[in-house]
């Protein structure tokens, strides 16, 4: 079974590891303070889960979910990441954590970041437009009226199908907005950004996204 390194294991993190867990997965959780720190969250999820650092949880996993702040970026080890396909979780907040002008200018976007960091790697923006404790909670068979779709933005088309088989899983439907570059359009403050949706109202809020002037 398919090991999920998991680096960041705050409010995004830990629903996740909860909703691998379900669906079987094995995950190593890490995050900045260490792995004594997550001791507790560890045992809460019980054995299929275990505590590592970034660099082991990224080694760890066949592929990888990176759900920390937008300013840890550069903080993510590369090595363990090469080749990997690399969930990014990342949103982009400037009112509370500080303006990024090549994200203002349009120049890059939030996953766009990680991706630049991880230059082998194969990022997807994914999980960006749910609260968290629904991304464990609110998961619904295919053919049930209370199923929710969710985007996903990538630039390589192997690592979004895996994105799209995990989102089917964890009991989402797929919609495929694009590459890294379109991915702007489910950003905080666009129109498909944390709203319960079906497929077909996710598009038409995707395409009623407007870039910020
Ligand atoms: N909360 C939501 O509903 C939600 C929904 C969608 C997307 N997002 C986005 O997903 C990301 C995570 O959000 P969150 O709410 O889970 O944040 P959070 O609760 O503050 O958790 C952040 C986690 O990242 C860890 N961390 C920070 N820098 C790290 C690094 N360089 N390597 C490994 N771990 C690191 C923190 O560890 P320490 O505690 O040890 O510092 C913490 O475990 C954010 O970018 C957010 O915008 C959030």
Same mark, same amino acid.
């Given at each position: 079974?398919?090991?999920?390194?998991?680096?960041? $294991?705050?409010?995004?993190?830990?629903?996740?590891?909860?909703?691998?867990?379900?669906?079987? &997965?094995?995950?190593?959780?890490?995050?900045?303070?260490?792995?004594?720190?997550?001791?507790?969250?560890?045992?809460?999820?019980?054995?299929?889960?275990?505590?590592?650092?970034?660099? *082991?949880?990224?080694?760890?996993?066949?592929?990888?979910?990176?759900?920390?702040?937008?300013?840890?970026?550069?903080?993510?080890?590369?090595?363990?990441?090469?080749?990997?396909?690399?969930?990014?979780?990342?949103? &982009? &907040?400037?009112?509370?954590?500080?303006?990024?002008?090549?994200?203002?200018?349009?120049?890059?976007?939030?996953?766009?970041?990680?991706?630049?960091?991880?230059?082998?790697?194969?990022?997807?923006?994914?999980? $960006?437009?749910?609260?968290?404790? *629904?991304?464990?909670?609110?998961?619904?068979?295919?053919?049930?009226?209370?199923?929710?779709?969710?985007?996903?933005?990538?630039?390589?088309?192997?690592?979004?199908?895996?994105?799209?088989?995990? &989102?089917? *899983?964890?009991?989402?439907?797929?919609?495929?907005?694009?590459?890294?570059?379109?991915?702007?359009?489910?950003?905080?403050?666009?129109?498909?950004?944390?709203?319960?949706?079906?497929?077909? *109202?996710?598009?038409?809020?995707?395409?009623?996204?407007?870039?910020?002037?």
């Amino acid at each position: 079974m398919t090991t999920i390194g998991i680096l960041g $294991s705050g409010h995004v993190g830990s629903n996740l590891a909860k909703a691998a867990i379900a669906h079987g &997965y094995d995950v190593v959780l890490s995050n900045s303070q260490g792995p004594d720190s997550l001791v507790g969250l560890v045992k809460e999820l019980g054995p299929q889960a275990t505590g590592a650092t970034p660099a *082991e949880a990224a080694a760890a996993g066949g592929f990888a979910i990176v759900a920390i702040p937008i300013a840890t970026i550069d903080q993510v080890p590369v090595e363990p990441l090469a080749g990997k396909v690399v969930i990014a979780t990342i949103n &982009y &907040y400037p009112q509370r954590l500080g303006h990024i002008p090549e994200i203002d200018d349009g120049t890059t976007t939030a996953p766009g970041l990680l991706q630049a960091h991880l230059p082998t790697s194969k990022v997807v923006r994914a999980f $960006s437009m749910i609260n968290a404790a *629904e991304m464990s909670g609110d998961g619904h068979p295919q053919g049930d009226p209370q199923r929710r779709a969710l985007a996903l933005a990538g630039d390589d088309p192997a690592a979004k199908q895996l994105v799209a088989n995990l &989102y089917n *899983e964890f009991g989402f439907d797929a919609l495929d907005i694009g590459g890294l570059d379109e991915s702007w359009r489910v950003d905080a403050g666009q129109p498909a950004f944390v709203t319960r949706q079906n497929l077909a *109202e996710l598009k038409e809020n995707v395409a009623r996204a407007k870039r910020p002037a």
